[in-house]
């Protein structure tokens, strides 16, 4: 572990807060000499001051000793349950149009160990859409069929949703979760503590999802598709069928909700 990021992560958490070192130390129930020289670097953190660290700010632990926290905006950071923090990366680029980093196919698996590492996130391909508008935006590769007319492969553009409160029940949204990663028209279940994911094709079963297990929430903003489309693919009838269905899954979806209010 390199013990300086550590100790310079650890110093910007408490000055974040406000804190003194004394009163971090009494915090982590250890004397302040010992926490002065992990702070310092010229002593070894043992594991479970670290992990105590990391449940005192709320911040996961790998974020914590492998992520240099000075390129990330503190104030983004997002609680979820009883001790998890979305951690959006958020790199600058002196003040210019800030580029997206795209999420291929063969780097998805990697994203949910990666995402609150500024390397990995430095890692992937970049594009810049200028029409895009403020704030964090990220690109993941869309597969299958469940949210047709979307097609198989295309890029899916997301904002960074920063408070759970800011969905809007009904729209889609990039999920990023402890299981994977899916785009899914989300309906938010406060009494549950849950999200429902349903996919438009409605031969895809909708699902829950805990708060607790979520990582990253992503609003739909646009997508890129090379995919060239055949003549009759979105003729009027075929796309009769598919707003007929989904009008009907979502006044399915609605009276369930309805019924568990």
Known sequence: MNQ??????????????????????????????????????????????????????????????????????????????????????????????????????????????????PEFIETLPKASLPFIGIGTHRGFPLTGDSMLPIPDGAIIIGKFVEELAD???GRTYIVVSTTGIAYKRVYIKPQENELLLVSDNKIYSAYTMPFENILELWEFRCFISTKEYSADEYSLENLFQQVHGLSKGLEEIKQKIVGQA
Do not use: C, W
């Open 4 to 117: 300086l990021k550590i100790a310079r992560n650890i110093k910007l958490l408490r000055l974040g807060r406000g804190l003194t070192q004394e009163q971090l130390a009494d915090a982590l129930a250890i004397p302040s000499t010992r926490y002065a020289n992990y702070e310092q670097g010229t002593r070894a953190i043992p594991i479970d001051t670290l992990s105590a660290v990391s449940s005192y700010f709320h911040i996961a632990l790998d974020a914590l000793v492998k992520s240099d926290l000075s390129k990330v905006d503190l104030k983004g950071l997002m609680k979820v349950g009883e001790n998890r923090l979305l951690f959006p990366i958020l790199i600058k680029d002196d003040g210019k149009i800030e580029s997206i980093e795209v999420v291929p196919i063969k780097a998805s698996a990697g994203y949910l160990s990666g995402y609150a590492d």
């Open 167 to 169: 969905i809007k029940s």
